[in-house]
């Protein structure tokens, strides 16, 4: 089982039949040469790339940008479309007063797996009031967190909200909530690791292509700036595989991850077996 645990679903044509909506997305998440996929288009990636599933993360800028690139609703409508292949996680803006309530009903009543939050463009510390309720819903439905760590392409944000050492209390107090840092919340990969080694519910990804190609980025991040024996020995069953797609390809990050010398055993926990445990807790 191969999973793409960090896809971002924009720009798939079932929810893409407003041009005003398509618009809209372009300029929020600065994503300008993406055109609308086709999920015939999708398929075919996923087959080059050997990749089962796919995670998509929609994204709630109500509050601060007055907008919501990718609804819940559209991302149940995704699902709906290829229930086999996407997993589909919620958002909700914490600072929106009705951020609890939707969330409820995403995970109770949509019947998605997660939530999606953004620090550094929603713009809250890991340990904020505002985000307390949605944390004890997604312990209740024992749902997992994905946040947008570190640095971040989009406009109008800023890294100091996502930076690893700021959920180290969130990592402390809620030890039954798994969360993932997206991007290895480069550039603080050893802030991240030092998280991971200590709290067993911190999980982070791969989806971390910011410069070069991915193999020679991958080399850089998960052989010299981390040692390849950290993920290898100590950190193999939180890591898992994410690419932050459409902004970076599948893949050439699939093939990149299986040139790192990290023992077979350890590319299979990253590519799925991670993800699985992340998604469902422990059985």
Request: glycine share 6%; aromatic share 10%; charged share 25%.
């Amino acid at each position: 089982m191969f999973i793409d645990i960090h896809v971002h679903p924009a720009f798939y044509e079932p929810i893409n039949d407003d041009p005003m909506r398509e618009d809209m997305r372009h300029e929020v998440l600065d994503i300008h040469l993406n055109g609308v996929a086709k999920l015939e288009h999708v398929r075919n990636q996923m087959r080059l790339a050997g990749l089962d599933k796919l995670c998509l993360l929609p994204q709630d800028y109500l509050t601060e940008e007055g907008e919501v690139p990718v609804t819940n609703e559209e991302i149940k409508k995704l699902v709906d479309l290829m229930p086999d292949q996407f997993i589909g996680f919620a958002s909700v803006d914490p600072h929106d007063p009705e951020a609890a309530e939707k969330l409820d009903h995403a995970l109770g009543f949509l019947g998605l797996s997660g939530l999606n939050l953004h620090p550094g463009r929603q713009r809250f510390y890991p340990m904020d009031e505002c985000v307390q309720p949605l944390y004890d819903i997604c312990e209740t439905y024992n749902k997992p967190v994905m946040f947008h760590a570190g640095m971040s392409w989009e406009p109008h944000t800023l890294a100091k909200y996502g930076r690893p050492i700021e959920f180290e209390e969130l990592a402390e107090t809620r030890p039954g909530l798994r969360f993932c840092l997206g991007h290895f919340a480069w550039p603080w990969l050893e802030e991240a690791a030092m998280l991971m080694v200590k709290h067993k519910n911190v999980y982070a990804d791969t989806a971390a292509l910011y410069f070069d190609c991915a193999r020679e980025f991958y080399s850089r991040l998960f052989t010299r700036e981390l040692e390849v024996t950290w993920i290898d020995r100590s950190l193999r069953h939180q890591v898992m595989f994410g690419s932050d797609n459409p902004r970076f390809e599948q893949i050439r990050m699939a093939h990149a991850l299986e040139g790192l010398g990290l023992r077979d055993s350890t590319v299979e926990l990253i590519k799925g077996k991670n993800a699985l445990e992340f998604l469902n807790g422990l059985e």
